[in-house]
């Protein structure tokens, strides 16, 4: 072997021990960056676990206000009755009740 052979033998090697060193720089750099990924998506599915929670307790104070409203709006046909005289009671001169409230 001459010269020029060893050094295009040597020229290989370090040519190769580059490309190595460089894919072991990926695969660690990759592996950083999927460990900073999953921390963030921890994260996320935090919020997200957080968000509905709320969303559940708001669609809760909604049916709750939906049946307020509803018995709010029962209670006024009432008292409009009754003060159009249908209701619990009617005296028309007698002390007895005659009627009671549908």
Known sequence: MNTMEHETLIGIAVQTAIFLLGGFGMVLRNDWSNKSLKSEVS??????KKLSDVITEQAVQTTRID??????????????????GNGYV?????STVDGEYP
Request: zero cysteines; a positive charge.
């Open 90 to 94: 009617q005296a028309r001169g007698r």
């Open 67 to 84: 049946n307020l409203n509803t018995q709010v709006s029962s209670i006024e046909r009432r008292v409009e009755d009754l003060r159009r």
């Open 43 to 48: 994260g996320i599915q935090k919020e997200l």
